[in-house]
């Protein structure tokens, strides 16, 4: 597959927010900490008047990033030490999700919060607009789930109940998973396309299942269960339909930016108080 984007009129895609400043920062790799804090700073940049931000990322090393509200005894930690899987915590709710180096395609879509609707089915359905997008250019016949779906296992993003605001799915299948966190004056949508299903190893990040490798895969499917693209020209239709929904001009972090997301990284998303909390406690204080 040559080019995942051929065929496609950039007036046909182009989304209802492409008259505003947009920038698109192309794939990434950086560590855990340091994209969950990127995803906040680009927040605060574009809540401050600076340019809504699209972007793609991948994470390295290998990641788990827990929900916001996840309980650490879900984690086998040892095995994510020995493995050299990182842990973060997102802003999202939801369960955790193992990010592959190579089997996970991140994206996200940041804006001010006035600018969206308040509706939040609304919201996902408008920014999940050009994840559908890509998968179309990628031939793979997505979208999202008609009717919830039970849960396998609660504590993995991927194996709760599927729901038909965010969650995308191809041949029966998940192959995206999509949240929202908003801020008083910013919103931030992340998800996660599963370009390849690692199974063994994003059950294995987890403690206190018995869920096997074969449910886990017929539960959970990749790009390349329905696309011969690559990995890169996977990316690049992701990239592609987000720079032509937002009109968003090729771009990158300011050295500030960068500067305050390392600090953000280090002083919360890599730290035990933020990763390790126990919600139990938060919720006790509050």
């Not at 401050?48 to 930690?77: F, I, K, M, N």
């Not at 250019?137 to 296992?153: H, K, M, N, Q, T």
């Not at 965010?166 to 996660?192: E, P």
């Not at 299942?209 to 449910?215: M, N, P």
Request: glycine share 8%; with cysteine.
């Amino acid at each position: 597959m040559s080019d995942p984007d051929a065929g496609f009129d950039s007036d046909e895609v182009r989304g209802p927010l492409a008259d505003r400043e947009w920038r698109l920062i192309r794939e990434e790799a950086r560590d855990g900490a340091m994209q969950m804090a990127l995803d906040e700073i680009a927040a605060e940049t574009a809540a401050a008047g600076g340019p809504r931000t699209v972007r793609v990322y991948r994470w390295e090393p290998s990641t788990l990033s827990l929900g916001y509200h996840q309980d650490p005894e879900t984690v086998d930690w040892e095995h994510c030490e020995r493995e050299d899987v990182t842990v973060t915590r997102r802003q999202t709710g939801g369960g955790g999700i193992y990010h592959d180096f190579d089997g996970d395609i991140s994206y996200s879509i940041i804006a001010p919060k006035a600018e969206l609707p308040g509706d939040l089915l609304e919201s996902y359905h408008l920014l999940c607009a050009p994840v559908l997008d890509a998968f179309a250019r990628l031939g793979v016949d997505a979208d999202f789930v008609e009717e919830s779906v039970p849960e396998i296992w609660h504590p993995a993003c991927y194996l709760r109940e599927l729901h038909p605001a965010h969650d995308i799915v191809a041949g029966g299948k998940k192959v995206s998973g999509n949240a929202q966190y908003r801020r008083n004056d910013s919103v931030v949508q992340h998800g996660s396309l599963t370009y390849s299903v690692r199974a063994a190893e994003h059950l294995g990040v987890f403690a206190g299942h018995d869920v096997t490798a074969e449910r886990f895969s017929e539960r959970v499917g990749g790009i390349d269960e329905f696309s011969d693209a690559s990995r890169a020209e996977t990316v690049s239709a992701v990239e592609s339909a987000l720079a032509e929904w937002a009109d968003a001009a090729e771009g990158e972090w300011t050295d500030d930016e960068l500067a305050s997301a390392r600090d953000r990284a280090e002083e919360k998303y890599a730290a035990d108080d933020w990763v390790r909390r126990d919600p139990r406690e938060r919720s006790r204080e509050n």
